[in-house]
């Protein structure tokens, strides 16, 4: 079936420093990623998005990677700020093309 | 405004009671999408529309919820005879047609089942 996993339920950085927040997903059908951050009390936004015949795509301080060999999709937050902090979701669009969540990734930010 | 508004932000029912749930997508989006998020995980599937069509339901949409999207523009997921096992956060999102697009999330209606 499919499924998708963070591996680290939270993740504590200084501010300023960099975040490396990882994802494993098991379905090697999925050839769409999507990386989500929730603050509290709010929606997912979204972050950034990744199709499988990429391996990195960037954005504003934001860079995802995906190793379709391993099945692995990680979130790069370069220069992380306070406003950073909240819990960041992978996705994965499947073969009947709704997303599948993981669990999530709390990022705390220490000033 | 013009992203995904859901209403109410907050809804706190008796168990037993029935109660529906609204979502204004984003105008040209003609996908619309349900999904529940407990406490600490992440959003589960219930139901999504292209247009005003119903187009796939999870195992996880027992037959006391029903979503309908009568225009094909806002939907409405009702749920009847709550159970507290209901208290969750709803979640409507929207997108456009075709594979690959990216969803936009409201901020949720959240339900407590006393």
């Known amino acids: 079936g499919e499924s998708v996993g963070l591996h680290l339920p939270t993740l504590s950085v200084q501010e300023g420093d960099n975040s490396i927040i990882n994802c494993a997903y098991s379905?090697?059908?999925?050839?769409?990623f999507i990386w989500y951050k929730q603050e509290s009390g709010k929606g997912p936004q979204f972050i950034i998005d990744?199709?499988?015949?990429?391996d990195k795509r960037q954005g504003q301080r934001v860079t995802v990677l995906l190793n379709k060999t391993v099945k692995h999709l990680s979130l790069q937050i370069a220069a992380t700020q306070p406003g950073d902090s909240a819990v960041y979701f992978c996705a994965e669009e499947g073969n009947t093309g709704k997303l599948i969540f993981g669990q999530g990734t709390t990022l705390q930010v220490k000033p | 405004d013009t992203g995904v508004s859901q209403d109410p932000r907050h809804k706190i029912t008796k168990r037993g009671q029935n109660v529906t749930f609204r979502c204004d997508p984003i105008?040209?989006?003609?996908?619309l999408y349900w999904y529940r998020q407990t406490l600490g995980q992440g959003p589960e599937f219930l139901t999504y529309?292209?247009?005003?069509?119903?187009?796939?339901k999870s195992r996880l949409l027992s037959d006391r919820f029903s979503a309908e999207r009568p225009k094909g523009s806002f939907s409405t997921l009702e749920i009847q005879r709550t159970e507290q096992g209901d208290s969750a956060m709803y979640l409507c999102a929207s997108s456009l047609q075709g594979p690959k697009e990216k969803l936009f999330f409201g901020s949720g209606t959240q339900l407590s089942v006393l």
């Open positions: 379905n090697s059908a999925s050839d769409y």
């Open positions: 529309f292209q247009n005003e069509a119903q187009l796939e």
């Open positions: 990744i199709r499988s015949n990429m």
């Open positions: 105008s040209e989006h003609n996908r």
